[in-house]
Structures are given as C-alpha cells and as structure tokens.
C-alpha cells in the first residue's frame, strides 16, 4: 500500500500531471465517459496536502480545458446538423430539440452556466447551442464563466478534502473524489 501511495504522489509531483489534467478535462468537453471531475478533485486534495501541484495551478488548467472542451462541442454541433438522424425526426425528440433551442433562446446564461455542472448536460447543450445557430460570440463568455465557475468548484472540494486530512494526501484525494461523485 505504502508503494502505491508514493507512486500517486510522485505522480501528482510531475509537472505532466498538470498536461493530463489538462487534456482529460479538455477531452469531458465533448466525450462524457471521460470524467475529469475526480481527477481534478483528486489532484487539487494532493497539491493543498503536499505542496504540488500548487492548487492554483490545477484550477487554471482545468477552467482552460473546460473552456475548451466545450468549445470544441460547439463547433461539433456546429458542423453536425441534428435534423439528419432518424431519431431527432420523431415527434417527442422534436419537441425536446424545440424546448432545448427555446431555453436557450430566453435563459442561455442560466442554462449554460447550470449544464456545465450535469455530466451529460454539459455535452447536451453544448452541442445543441453549436447545433441551433446560437451566436458564438454569446457562447465563448459563458462557456469561460461556466468553466471557471466548475473548476473553482472542483478544486474547492480538494483543497477542503486535501486540508482536512493533510497527512494523509492518497486518503484526503479518495474522500475528495467521494465527495465529488456524491454531488454528482
């Protein structure tokens, strides 16, 4: 046990460690089954409880590779026209196409802020927004504001977790990620 938890430390040490958080967040932005909250959480408990990675640090790449991650499924939805699928086409996907533009249409802060929080959602909308013509000069300032304000969040509960059991920084790291999948 004693070795694996010098490995996740020596890990969490490396300067890489902050290009992979960089690029898994990044990556959540438009493949769901990739999450990077736990990674994030987990890293940041570490940084508050040894030093390193410097939590601030692992909240700038993670605000960053949101930011990006949900660019990059807008201009996906951008380039996917969703009216092409069988699926989309039928009578109940219709009208939840039409709720989703319309919510976005009248509330875009709210549900961009709000998606970037649920683990689908975020892709969802994203897409949708790209998808149903929304201005991207609207998208960019929310899809930064909803990525900072996720990040934040996420390395809150680290620092919270990595503070509370300081001299254990593998164990603060798994209370952390727990607590992150518990809100989830």
């Known amino acids: 046990m004693e070795t694996l938890n010098e490995l996740i430390l020596s890990w969490a040490a490396s300067?890489?460690?902050l290009v992979v958080v960089l690029l898994l967040v990044s990556l959540?932005?438009?493949?769901?089954?990739?999450?990077?909250?736990p990674v994030v959480v987990a890293v940041a408990a570490i940084g508050v409880a040894t030093g390193t990675p410097n939590p601030w640090a692992v909240f700038l790449v993670a605000a960053i590779g949101s930011f990006v991650g949900d660019?990059?499924?807008?201009?996906?939805?951008?380039?996917v026209d969703l009216e092409r699928f069988r699926w989309t086409r039928g009578p109940k996907a219709s009208r939840l196409l039409d709720r989703a533009r319309g919510a976005l249409d009248r509330r875009a802060a709210s549900v961009i802020l709000t998606a970037r929080f649920v683990p689908v959602g975020r892709v969802a909308v994203n897409v949708m927004a790209g998808s149903s013509g929304f201005a991207r000069r609207r998208f960019v300032p929310l899809s930064a504001?909803?990525?900072?304000?996720?990040?934040?969040?996420?390395v809150l509960v680290g620092v919270f977790a990595g503070a509370w059991l300081?001299?254990?920084p593998v164990l603060g790291a798994v209370v952390a990620v727990?607590?992150?999948?518990?809100e989830a």
């Open 15 to 17: 300067p890489f460690v």
């Open 28 to 37: 959540d932005g438009f493949f769901p089954p990739m999450p990077s909250e």
């Open 71 to 79: 660019n990059l499924a807008f201009s996906l939805g951008r380039r």
């Open 145 to 154: 504001v909803s990525g900072a304000a996720w990040a934040g969040y996420s």
């Open 166 to 168: 300081r001299d254990q």
């Open 178 to 182: 727990s607590a992150a999948l518990a």
